[in-house]
């Protein structure tokens, strides 16, 4: 029975992982401290044999007796990492330390067990990309000392690090870099552009999009995303990869979508100031690279469809 | 009497600056675990009353007992990290560490301290910089995966750590972006461009020129830099600030003339293939802003010159 640990495995995409892994018959350890995680996303795993919850921040190094008891680990997946834009103003050093401290604490459990590696990285670290669509071997456009560095320089720091655990022990690294992904389990107030729009239609509030509202993103359903990781994770492919739906939108364009989402709503579009001036503009993935290495994967979730999954997840959350 | 606690303090950069505090009547604790840095090059300042000396990793933490030894401190200087490309295969994860745990734990002495912190950063955070000279509001181009990302995006972390504690906690921050620094007291065998110029010119042994010898580097002596860097240190700049001679030779020129600086040696320049695929091919700092906050500051030593005194410490150490 494979073993699979999964970092932030009470968080959004790590608790769809945890719940993939254990569909598909092997061994799940979750560890999270519930920062940004959620024990309720998870609940519903409890009962299972194969299925671990372990409180534990893995910014602080595993015990022994901790190691003793996961037993032997076969694949290490590092999930554990807030994400927002508002968790980069509230929690920032905790998020360093969780991707520094905590991607080398999870690399040695990888290191000591002979285990696939896979890290969780993102299209931050191509920051205001001046590349577009963005190819994985594009370097990037990040401020180092902007609002926004706590999280991009952090995840750009845990693909280094990855890297030299790889070139110096021969840890099976695999990169996956995560653009805009949205479905249940996702926090409502976490910020970011779809919760936002999703709960001010779901409440009929005015929907605000910051700027002009042509800046573009690119929004993944979290189950074509979590199909393209765990691909990922059963290949050797030691090469950063994107993962992402490269159908993109303007924040305005995509109001609109969720405006015709929720029927009968009563919101109606606000525009407000950019928040953070180093916003990316636009953002898209090139996922060539998937296509090739994951036997074709790509997103097969339709925006309107993945947009009523989610939307009936919120409401229960509202 | 002012305190200033300089990590790496047994190093190349960090050696002088314990010596110019000294004269300039500081008390001075030196910090280093003499992984690159080396006991002889601060054995002159050992008799001073107001100097000492610490043998820590600080990528440990301090222990309480450590701070209460060192008391009162009113500038935090954290220049302990091994700097040069062989360091960058041999001791990875040391270089990784020390620019992050170490940048907290420093970080931390400053915050508790209400003290000036300055960081060493450098001018491999822009990578292979597509905007010549680089100003500091140029982002880089760093590979997050090559040979050299375990320092160049360590160093780009350590800057974002910076910015987290100035705006989390309003810790009085520096940043100095290093550019290409030489003189006595780097190691010969460094591996860096300069100690293997004048070690081949003195031994008689071919000069080797990687690539086609087209690629550019700016060097600074030691002296002017670190007048630099204590006038950043004395100023309240928080924005990053290149420090460097903006005089470019390409490495061939430069091969010519540690080869005349070196009368009747033997040697000889001889091609050999580029090591790293990543190395920058240019390399040249705007210092507009450091004229501007650092009350005229610029190099006044000539290559030549500097050239002659390192040559001179060199030849005591074949």
Same mark, same amino acid.
């Given at each position: 029975?494979?073993?699979?640990?999964?970092?932030?495995? %009470?968080?959004?995409?790590?608790?769809?992982?945890?719940?993939?892994?254990?569909?598909?018959?092997?061994?799940?350890?979750?560890?999270?401290?519930?920062?940004?995680?959620?024990?309720?996303?998870?609940?519903?795993?409890?009962?299972?044999?194969?299925?671990?919850?372990?409180?534990?921040?893995?910014?602080?190094?595993?015990?022994?007796?901790?190691?003793?008891?996961?037993?032997?680990?076969?694949?290490?997946?590092?999930?554990?990492?807030?994400?927002?834009?508002?968790?980069?103003?509230?929690?920032?050093?905790?998020?360093?330390?969780?991707?520094?401290?905590?991607?080398?604490?999870?690399?040695?459990?990888?290191?000591?067990?002979?285990?696939?590696?896979?890290?969780?990285?993102?299209?931050?670290?191509?920051?205001?990309?001046?590349?577009?669509?963005?190819?994985?071997?594009?370097?990037?456009?990040?401020?180092?000392?902007?609002?926004?560095?706590?999280?991009?320089?952090?995840?750009?720091?845990?693909? %280094?690090?990855?890297?030299?655990?790889?070139?110096?022990?021969?840890?099976?690294?695999?990169?996956?870099?995560?653009?805009?992904?949205?479905?249940?389990?996702?926090?409502?107030?976490?910020?970011?552009?779809?919760?936002?729009?999703?709960?001010?239609?779901?409440?009929?509030?005015?929907?605000?999009?910051?700027?002009?509202?042509?800046?573009?993103?690119?929004?993944?359903?979290?189950?074509?995303?979590?199909?393209?990781?765990?691909?990922?994770?059963?290949?050797?492919?030691?090469?950063?990869?994107?993962?992402?739906?490269?159908?993109?939108?303007?924040?305005?364009?995509?109001?609109?979508?969720?405006?015709?989402?929720?029927?009968?709503?009563?919101?109606?579009?606000?525009?407000?100031?950019?928040?953070?001036?180093?916003?990316?503009?636009?953002?898209?993935?090139?996922?060539?690279? %998937?296509?090739?290495?994951?036997?074709?994967?790509?997103?097969?979730?339709?925006?309107?469809?993945?947009?009523?999954?989610?939307?009936?997840?919120?409401?229960?959350?509202?």
């Amino acid at each position: 029975m494979k073993h699979v640990l999964i970092t932030g495995g %009470a968080g959004f995409i790590g608790s769809h992982l945890c719940e993939r892994y254990l569909e598909q018959g092997c061994r799940v350890t979750a560890i999270d401290n519930f920062v940004t995680g959620r024990p309720e996303n998870v609940a519903h795993l409890k009962g299972e044999k194969a299925f671990r919850l372990v409180e534990h921040d893995v910014s602080t190094p595993f015990t022994p007796s901790m190691e003793k008891e996961f037993g032997k680990v076969d694949v290490v997946m590092h999930f554990a990492c807030p994400a927002s834009p508002i968790d980069f103003e509230r929690i920032p050093l905790e998020i360093m330390k969780v991707d520094s401290y905590g991607t080398f604490h999870t690399l040695e459990v990888a290191r000591a067990n002979k285990a696939r590696f896979v890290i969780a990285s993102t299209s931050e670290i191509y920051g205001d990309p001046l590349v577009h669509p963005q190819t994985e071997d594009y370097w990037g456009n990040v401020n180092t000392t902007g609002k926004r560095s706590c999280y991009d320089e952090t995840k750009r720091f845990s693909e %280094a690090s990855a890297t030299v655990y790889r070139n110096k022990w021969g840890v099976n690294t695999g990169i996956v870099r995560i653009f805009n992904t949205y479905g249940p389990r996702m926090r409502l107030d976490d910020g970011r552009v779809v919760p936002n729009f999703c709960g001010q239609a779901l409440r009929g509030q005015p929907i605000t999009v910051y700027g002009t509202g042509q800046q573009t993103r690119s929004f993944c359903f979290v189950d074509d995303l979590v199909e393209g990781i765990m691909r990922l994770t059963a290949s050797d492919c030691n090469d950063p990869v994107n993962i992402g739906n490269p159908d993109e939108y303007t924040m305005l364009e995509f109001a609109k979508v969720v405006l015709k989402a929720v029927p009968g709503t009563k919101s109606e579009i606000v525009y407000k100031p950019l928040l953070h001036h180093d916003d990316p503009k636009q953002r898209k993935p090139d996922i060539t690279r %998937a296509r090739k290495v994951l036997n074709g994967w790509e997103p097969k979730v339709s925006l309107a469809e993945g947009l009523g999954r989610t939307l009936e997840y919120f409401r229960t959350k509202l």
